[in-house]
């Protein structure tokens, strides 16, 4: 008989990523005391300063956690996890300079020692992940992350599970065998996996080899034959899952839930709820009016320019689309010449566009047309980052042609965006161009975190604003 560790395998990830945890907090931690020791050759630090390291650590947990560099499925991703180390470190050095600005401490602290020590930090964050990720992957070689799992259910609802999950299932997905009522198919396949008998077969095979998951697929009516199966594996140290049979694959099934004590599927969540609104909505806030304050003279600037580039208004109104399809009025600085806009259409700016002024064509390469919509999110019709609104016309168009199109509107549109710091900007010239928008649009609602935020922002002054594509 076959002997199994007691931790499987296909829990190694997790494990790993639970060592992480504690040995970034270590690694910040000794870093600064280390640091401190280079620049004062002794690490009798002051209350002051440890006060300082205390503060980083506690961030450090909450933003790396938010940053979420302790997903099981991100730690083989190294691209993934160096920009999310990035965005989570960078996330506490800058509140710790936020907090050393508005408490008037900053200039208590040696400047040499907080350079060395966040830089240091960074530098073994970064090798720290590329072990990791060369860990997983030698991991991969071995076979060690794979699940191993069987489906019970030999009847219809089994076989089309089995079906199914040979063909969309993930690699790291093992189908060790199908298990029924009986033995009576034993030795035949389906799918290519291979029938083995019966739960009892089941219960002896999960005894000689190592096994993670059971699946069990049965009609709804099958009660009784259910209670009898589950009756039967809690005995086995294994996750029991159960697949719901007349649900369709393509429903986006997030979790399970109790109302009333019985089990719900949960289908679709609010994005933003309790704190997290208070939150997206005081950052907002807040980032909004840091922004303005410095900006308001180059605004003063931009109006000036226009007004002697063409006639008509500084600012430009548009009706578009916001948080759950209700109509608001955009701000803008103008960029095109004031012609009459046609009746029931919005033309889309195009290379070369005649309309453009010259001035706007500066505006639009830069995305500083879009500064007045500062004032949108002061207002709460707006936040700072989100999907980017369209204009009316343009919503009606696409919400006929795109699935999923209007989900976009679950949350505030916003000045940047997902989709923006990755490229997808300027004109929507094809349904596909703006297909691909819609999808980084739904992934930020999806994903949204503080730290996602801070990371678009981050990302912004480089890609997300001047492109070649912003005509």
Same mark, same amino acid.
């Given at each position: 008989?076959?002997?199994?560790?007691?931790?499987?395998?296909?829990?190694?990830?997790?494990?790993?990523?639970?060592?992480?945890?504690?040995?970034?907090?270590?690694?910040?931690?000794?870093?600064?005391?280390?640091?401190?020791?280079?620049?004062?050759?002794?690490?009798?630090?002051?209350?002051?300063?440890?006060?300082?390291?205390?503060? !980083? /650590?506690?961030?450090? %947990?909450? $933003? &790396?956690?938010?940053?979420?560099?302790?997903?099981?499925?991100? @730690? =083989?991703?190294?691209?993934?996890?160096?920009?999310?180390?990035?965005?989570?470190?960078?996330?506490?050095?800058?509140?710790?300079?936020?907090?050393?600005?508005?408490?008037?401490?900053?200039?208590?602290?040696?400047?040499?020692?907080?350079?060395?020590?966040?830089?240091?930090?960074?530098?073994?964050?970064?090798?720290?992940?590329?072990?990791?990720?060369?860990?997983?992957?030698?991991?991969?070689?071995?076979?060690?992350?794979?699940?191993?799992?069987?489906?019970?259910?030999?009847?219809? !609802? /089994?076989?089309?599970? %089995?079906? $199914? &999950?040979?063909?969309?299932?993930?690699?790291?997905?093992?189908? @060790? =065998?199908?298990?029924?009522?009986?033995?009576?198919?034993?030795?035949?396949?389906?799918?290519?996996?291979?029938?083995?008998?019966?739960v009892d077969d089941l219960l002896a095979f999960a005894r000689r080899e190592r096994l993670d998951e059971v699946l069990i697929a049965v009609p709804w009516d099958a009660s009784d034959r259910l209670r009898d199966w589950t009756h039967k594996l809690q005995t086995l140290p294994v996750t029991v899952k159960l697949y719901p049979e007349n649900v369709d694959p393509e429903v986006p099934v997030r979790g399970v839930s109790f109302v009333g004590g019985l089990p719900m599927l949960d289908i679709y969540e609010r994005p933003l709820s309790g704190w997290d609104v208070v939150v997206k909505t005081v950052s907002?806030?807040?980032?909004?009016?840091?922004?303005?304050?410095?900006?308001?003279?180059?605004?003063?600037?931009?109006?000036?320019?226009?007004?002697?580039?063409?006639?008509?208004?500084?600012?430009?109104?548009?009706?578009?689309?916001?948080?759950?399809?209700?109509?608001?009025?955009?701000?803008?600085?103008?960029?095109?010449?004031?012609?009459?806009?046609?009746?029931?259409?919005?033309?889309?700016?195009?290379?070369?566009?005649?309309?453009?002024?010259?001035?706007?064509?500066?505006?639009?390469?830069?995305?500083?047309?879009?500064?007045?919509?500062?004032?949108?999110?002061?207002?709460?019709?707006?936040?700072?980052?989100?999907?980017?609104?369209?204009?009316?016309?343009?919503?009606?168009?696409?919400?006929?042609?795109?699935?999923?199109?209007?989900?976009?509107?679950?949350?505030?549109?916003?000045?940047?965006?997902?989709?923006?710091?990755?490229?997808?900007?300027?004109?929507?010239?094809?349904?596909?161009?703006?297909?691909?928008?819609?999808?980084?649009?739904?992934?930020?609602?999806?994903?949204?975190?503080?730290?996602?935020?801070?990371?678009?922002?981050?990302?912004?002054?480089?890609?997300?604003?001047?492109?070649?594509?912003?005509?």
């Amino acid at each position: 008989m076959r002997l199994t560790s007691p931790i499987l395998t296909a829990d190694l990830q997790t494990v790993l990523a639970g060592l992480l945890r504690v040995v970034d907090l270590v690694l910040i931690l000794a870093i600064g005391f280390a640091t401190y020791w280079l620049r004062n050759r002794t690490v009798d630090l002051s209350e002051r300063d440890l006060a300082a390291l205390a503060v !980083a /650590g506690l961030l450090s %947990v909450i $933003y &790396l956690h938010m940053a979420r560099l302790y997903d099981g499925e991100r @730690l =083989g991703r190294l691209n993934v996890q160096l920009v999310n180390v990035a965005a989570g470190w960078g996330g506490v050095v800058l509140t710790l300079l936020a907090i050393g600005y508005f408490t008037k401490t900053s200039a208590n602290f040696s400047r040499i020692w907080f350079a060395t020590w966040f830089a240091g930090t960074f530098l073994m964050l970064v090798l720290l992940r590329m072990g990791a990720a060369a860990l997983i992957e030698y991991w991969r070689f071995k076979g060690r992350l794979q699940t191993r799992a069987v489906v019970l259910g030999a009847g219809e !609802a /089994g076989r089309r599970l %089995v079906a $199914y &999950l040979r063909q969309h299932g993930s690699p790291g997905l093992s189908l @060790l =065998g199908l298990f029924g009522d009986s033995s009576a198919g034993f030795g035949r396949e389906v799918a290519g996996v291979p029938e083995r008998g019966s739960v009892d077969d089941l219960l002896a095979f999960a005894r000689r080899e190592r096994l993670d998951e059971v699946l069990i697929a049965v009609p709804w009516d099958a009660s009784d034959r259910l209670r009898d199966w589950t009756h039967k594996l809690q005995t086995l140290p294994v996750t029991v899952k159960l697949y719901p049979e007349n649900v369709d694959p393509e429903v986006p099934v997030r979790g399970v839930s109790f109302v009333g004590g019985l089990p719900m599927l949960d289908i679709y969540e609010r994005p933003l709820s309790g704190w997290d609104v208070v939150v997206k909505t005081v950052s907002d806030w807040l980032l909004a009016a840091l922004i303005l304050i410095p900006a308001l003279p180059l605004m003063g600037v931009i109006a000036a320019a226009i007004r002697l580039d063409s006639p008509g208004p500084v600012i430009f109104r548009q009706q578009r689309y916001g948080f759950n399809n209700n109509v608001i009025t955009v701000l803008k600085f103008r960029s095109m010449r004031n012609d009459p806009a046609p009746a029931d259409t919005v033309p889309q700016a195009t290379r070369d566009d005649p309309r453009v002024t010259r001035v706007g064509r500066f505006l639009r390469r830069t995305s500083l047309d879009e500064l007045p919509q500062l004032f949108n999110v002061l207002a709460g019709q707006m936040a700072l980052i989100g999907p980017r609104p369209h204009a009316v016309a343009h919503n009606r168009e696409y919400a006929e042609i795109i699935d999923g199109y209007l989900g976009r509107h679950k949350v505030r549109p916003g000045i940047t965006g997902w989709a923006q710091v990755n490229g997808l900007r300027g004109e929507t010239d094809t349904p596909e161009k703006m297909r691909m928008r819609v999808q980084y649009d739904l992934f930020y609602i999806d994903n949204w975190s503080p730290l996602f935020d801070l990371k678009i922002l981050f990302l912004t002054p480089f890609v997300g604003f001047v492109h070649r594509h912003a005509y």
